[in-house]
């Protein structure tokens, strides 16, 4: 069975369309990210942005194979806003990302049933309206060698279609690589059969 090597993620930022209900109004947004720290930026760009609303809701997904996530209601009813933005990250399958939901109060109170309601569809508008697009998982590995062997090098890596990410071509060669994670172990026998060329996994 072939390992699974390949994620789906977004292209860029999305804004769905606002859902309203009891005059209430709720505007969902995607982001990719892949660190905590391009979440809290989002966050307090759309505080600004809105700074009159009530809430902000919100809940991501970082990681491929090690995932962490986390969901936050900002105020509402326990598990009425961040579990539900959370079920439509999983409904798409989608990681690397971050969905909030802005929630400007009517005046009515929604009803627990009501608000969840609400930012599931959020949620579900804010990734309708995303570019979700397919990314491989990929390993890195670094090679040592000799300068006379470039050219054996260079030859297994265009076949392979590998991706060189750093190079220091001198007397003693070093190449930092990115191979595609089912890739991995071909990649990895190639170099370790061939004589005077040292693999390791970064």
Not at 41 to 62: G, V
Not at 114 to 133: H, M, P, V
Not at 135 to 161: A, P
Request: glycine fraction near 6%.
């Amino acid at each position: 069975m072939l390992e699974k090597d390949t994620f789906k993620t977004i292209s860029k930022p999305a804004q769905g369309d606002i859902y309203k209900d009891k005059n209430s109004k709720f505007y969902g947004y995607s982001f990719p990210v892949t660190n905590e720290n391009d979440i809290k930026n989002h966050l307090e760009t759309l505080r600004k942005e809105h700074h009159s609303a009530r809430h902000w809701c919100y809940a991501y997904q970082i990681g491929t194979e090690t995932i962490s996530y986390r969901t936050n209601d900002d105020g509402e009813p326990s598990n009425s806003a961040g579990i539900p933005i959370y079920g439509q990250i999983q409904a798409f399958e989608v990681t690397n990302i971050l969905i909030v939901v802005v929630r400007y109060y009517g005046g009515t109170k929604l009803g627990v049933r009501g608000l969840i309601n609400a930012y599931r569809t959020s949620a579900k508008l804010a990734l309708e309206s995303a570019d979700i697009i397919k990314e491989t998982i990929n390993l890195l590995f670094r090679l040592n060698f000799k300068y006379k062997d470039m050219g054996k090098v260079m030859r297994i890596l265009k076949e392979n279609r590998v991706n060189i990410i750093n190079q220091k071509l001198e007397h003693d060669c070093v190449l930092e690589i990115s191979v595609r994670k089912g890739d991995g172990s071909k990649i990895l026998q190639y170099f370790k059969d061939s004589f005077g060329i040292e693999i390791d996994e970064l």
